[in-house]
């Protein structure tokens, strides 16, 4: 059975961190592109990071461009976003993804919430 599941969200200050783990089973990240989406309620759903192996570089959306950062375990198959100087206006439930040409795989997500 193919699954992701995410982990790591919770409720933290503006100004704190957070790191949002994604472990995968049934399948190897290696063979995909990974990706990192956010949907806050009443908003559309916008891509935050994504991973290529054909580089091995990550990209991120310009609204965290400069405090999110990823990183990953191969052993452990599990990818990783670091969230640093975090914002109200980055609450949101947060999602992994996984595609190749022929699947393309999400998680349940996990809930971020920035408050004071």
């Known amino acids: 059975e193919v699954q992701l599941v995410e982990s790591g969200g919770g409720l933290v200050q503006p100004g704190g961190s957070l790191r949002l783990s994604c472990a995968g089973s049934g399948f190897t990240f290696g063979d995909y592109a990974i990706g990192w989406f956010r949907q806050a309620p009443g908003k559309e759903r916008e891509g935050v990071s994504c991973f290529s192996g054909s580089d091995g570089r990550s990209y991120f959306a310009d609204s965290v461009k400069g405090r999110f950062s990823s990183s990953n375990d191969n052993v452990k198959n599990t990818v990783y976003l670091q969230m640093n100087s975090l914002k109200p206006e980055d609450t949101a439930v947060y999602y992994c993804?996984?595609?190749?040409?022929?699947?393309?795989?999400w998680g349940p997500g996990t809930q971020v919430t920035v408050s004071s």
């Open positions: 993804n996984a595609v190749n040409s022929w699947y393309d795989y």
